[in-house]
C-alpha cells in the first residue's frame, strides 16, 4: 500500500506540473507517457494518492532534515533566540559539555537554518566527541550557505584530518588560508596534511602496521585483552552505535569501499585514545608511532 500511495503522489503531483508547470510541448508529451506508464504498471490514480499529502513539501522538508539550508529566512525573533542558543552552546564547550552543546546549536540551526556560524560551531563540538564524519557534513553545510567562512574550511581540514583523509584536509587547509593568509595555525595543518600525504605515498591498502591509513596493526589489537575489553564497552556506547552505524549506512550507499572500514576503525581508535590514552599510546610506540592532531579551533 505504501508504494502505491507513493506512485499515487508522483502521478498527483506529474499531472499537476502538466496543468501549472512551465513545460515545452515534447516535455510535456513526456510526462504524459510517463503517468500513463506509471497509471498501468501499479493500477493507481492520482486520487489514490494519500490525502493531505504533498509529494513537493515532503520533499523540501527532507532536505531540512539533511542539513540543507532551508529557503525560509528566520524572522528576527527566531534569529534572536538562535543567537542565544548559539552562545549558551559556547558557553557548555567551555565547559567540555559537549553534548550539550550540539544540542544548543542543533536548536539555533532549526531556528536560523541559513546562519552558517551554526553549522560550524556544531561541526567543531562533533569533532571533539570523535564524530567527524558528521562534522564534514555540517562544514560543508556551512559553505554551502556561507563559501567565503574560512573557519568552517579549517574545521573540515581537521575532521578530513582525523579522517585519515589527508588530501582533503590538505585541500580545505589551503582554501582557509586563501582567506586567512597569515593564520599560523592554517599554516601549521597544511603542513601536517602535506607530511602525512608524503608518508602515505601512492599505496594505501590493506590494514596493519605498514599501512600509513589505519593507525595500529589489527593483530596487535585483536590479543591485547585489555585494548579489547575496552572496544567491547566502546561499542555498547549508544552514540558510538549511531556513529558506526552512519558510516555503514554511507558505505553501502557508495557500493562498498575498503576506505570506509579504515574509517570505522580509526573512529573506535579515537574514541578508545580518549577513554584511555596512556594504554593507546603505549600500543602505539610498541607499533611505530602514531599521528599527530591538528590544533584544536576556536568557537564563534
Do not use: W
Not at 1 to 17: C, D, E, N, P
Not at 56 to 64: D, F, R
Not at 93 to 99: H, L, N, T, V, Y
Not at 223 to 236: D, E, V
Amino acid at each position: 500500500m505504501a508504494v502505491k500511495g507513493l506512485v499515487a503522489s508522483i502521478i498527483r503531483f506529474l499531472t499537476k506540473q502538466l496543468e501549472e508547470g512551465d513545460i515545452t510541448p515534447d516535455s510535456r508529451e513526456s510526462l504524459e507517457v510517463a503517468i500513463q506508464c506509471l497509471e498501468s504498471a501499479y493500477n493507481v490514480q492520482a486520487s489514490d494518492s494519500p490525502p493531505n499529502f504533498d509529494l513537493l513539501s515532503s520533499y523540501e522538508t527532507s532536505l531540512e532534515a539533511y542539513n540543507f539550508p532551508p529557503s525560509r529566512e528566520a524572522t528576527a525573533e527566531e534569529k534572536s533566540e538562535a543567537e542565544r542558543y548559539k552562545n549558551q552552546g559556547n558557553s557548555l564547550m567551555k565547559e567540555d559539555k559537549i553534548p550539550g552543546a550540539i544540542e544548543l546549536y542543533t536548536r539555533a540551526i532549526e531556528l536560523d537554518g541559513r546562519n552558517a556560524v551554526y553549522y560550524g560551531n556544531r561541526a567543531a563540538a562533533y569533532s571533539k566527541i570523535g564524530n567527524h564524519r558528521r562534522a564534514v557534513k555540517d562544514c560543508e553545510t556551512a559553505l554551502k550557505i556561507d563559501p567565503t567562512y574560512s573557519k568552517a574550511y579549517g574545521r573540515l581540514g581537521l575532521a578530513y584530518s582525523s579522517l585519515e583523509k589527508h588530501r582533503e584536509a590538505k585541500e580545505s587547509y589551503q582554501k582557509a588560508l586563501e582567506m586567512e593568509p597569515d593564520n599560523e595555525s592554517y599554516k601549521n595543518n597544511l603542513q601536517l596534511a602535506e607530511e602525512k600525504l608524503a608518508q602515505q605515498g601512492v599505496s594505501n591498502i590493506g590494514l596493519g602496521a605498514n599501512n600509513p591509513g589505519f593507525p595500529m596493526d589489527l593483530s596487535s589489537m585483536l590479543s591485547n585483552p585489555a585494548l579489547m575489553s575496552m572496544a567491547r564497552h566502546m561499542l555498547s556506547n549508544p552514540g558510538m552505535q549511531n556513529m558506526l552505524g552512519d558510516l555503514i549506512s554511507e558505505n553501502i550507499e557508495q557500493g562498498g569501499r575498503m576506505e570506509a572500514l579504515i574509517e570505522a576503525g580509526q573512529q573506535l581508535v579515537q574514541q578508545m585514545q580518549s577513554a584511555n590514552p596512556e594504554l593507546i599510546e603505549s600500543l602505539r610506540r610498541q607499533m611505530g608511532g602514531g599521528p599527530n592532531d591538528p590544533d584544536p579551533p576556536q568557537q564563534n
